[in-house]
């Protein structure tokens, strides 16, 4: 019989291998990238319902007010009792009603409240949202709309912030004196530069990812990176600072390297006995005397 003409199978390297896993991590990573980009910025409407401050038995008004780029925001206004005033900013994929415990407590206690969707978010205008990072620039459309009310003192003018609305507010904050008070609850990192170092293997695995995330957010957005709160932080001061915290973890760690950055008067509450966002239902009357004594405190004052 003649020979076989068949050629041999080639043997595959270790090389091989690891450049097909790394090929194959590489496409892994990108889908991951696209995926994660897409929950991110896709818009998050929502018909706001099925309570109102009425039902509560404020006064209040239906507002909308145009930001810098045009796009509509809307929210509710209850009056001001007592001369003074604070801006609400939601967590992310919220609306309005995801600070209305933060609101009721204000406007309790004579407070005027602004709450209002983000843009994209709840009955806002917008056709993309960026993780707080366009919202910094709307916040000076809230204040300009509380410094024209009659019944606002305009240099008594706060802010407060759940989550992604902390580090819009954090942020606003630097950028702009008319906010007298700043409360943050939950805040966390908006880019690579804010996250603390990794304190456990989740966070080892998960640490390089954010920045290369952001990166190319950045650029599908076609927008900066806004400055890192770390750097922006500091100047607040010397107006009032208050960072609320809970947990343990990664939070509470977060939360305290920014108090350490920020100039004074500045003060870190966290409730180890409680999780992001759930102060509201875990500690409601602790939490409610906390954000009161805290504006009391820095905003009626003489």
């Known amino acids: 019989m003649p020979a076989s003409t068949k050629k041999p199978a080639r043997k595959r390297d270790v090389g091989y291998w690891i450049r097909l896993l790394a090929a194959a991590g590489m496409a892994g990573l990108v ?29 209040y008004e239906d507002v909308t007010f145009t930001a810098s780029d045009g796009v509509t925001l809307a929210g509710w206004y209850i009056p001001s009792q007592n001369g003074a005033a604070v801006i609400l900013l939601h967590g992310y994929g919220s609306n309005r009603l995801g600070t209305w415990f933060q609101a009721q407590a204000l406007a309790e206690a004579g407070y005027g409240v602004l709450l209002y969707d983000t843009r994209a978010s709840g009955e806002s205008g917008g056709d993309r949202r960026s993780f707080g990072w366009q919202d910094i620039a709307d916040v000076p459309a809230a204040i300009a709309f509380l410094q024209v009310r009659s019944e606002v003192d305009s240099n008594r003018i706060g802010i407060l912030g759940v989550s992604t609305g902390g580090e819009i507010a954090l942020n606003a904050a630097a950028q702009n004196e008319a906010l007298r008070a700043v409360l943050v609850d939950g805040v966390g990192f908006a880019v690579g530069a804010d996250i603390p170092p990794p304190a456990t293997l989740r966070e080892r695995i998960m640490h390089p990812a954010f920045p290369l995330l952001f990166a190319v957010m950045s650029w599908e957005l076609r927008i900066p990176q806004p400055p890192p709160i770390s750097q922006a932080i500091g100047r607040i001061a010397p107006r009032p600072l208050l960072l609320v915290s809970t947990g343990s973890g990664l939070e509470k760690r977060q939360n305290e390297m920014y108090y350490h950055l920020a100039g004074e008067p500045k003060e870190h509450w966290n409730v180890p006995d409680a999780w992001h966002g759930s102060l509201p239902q875990t500690h409601s009357e602790a939490y409610a005397q906390q954000i009161v004594a805290f504006f009391d405190q820095w905003l009626l004052a003489p």
């Not at 889908?31 to 006064?59: E, H, K, M, N, W």
């Open 31 to 59: 889908i991951y990238f696209q995926g994660t980009i897409y929950l991110l910025t896709r818009p998050a409407r929502s018909t706001v319902c099925c309570q109102t401050p009425a039902d509560s038995g404020f006064a």
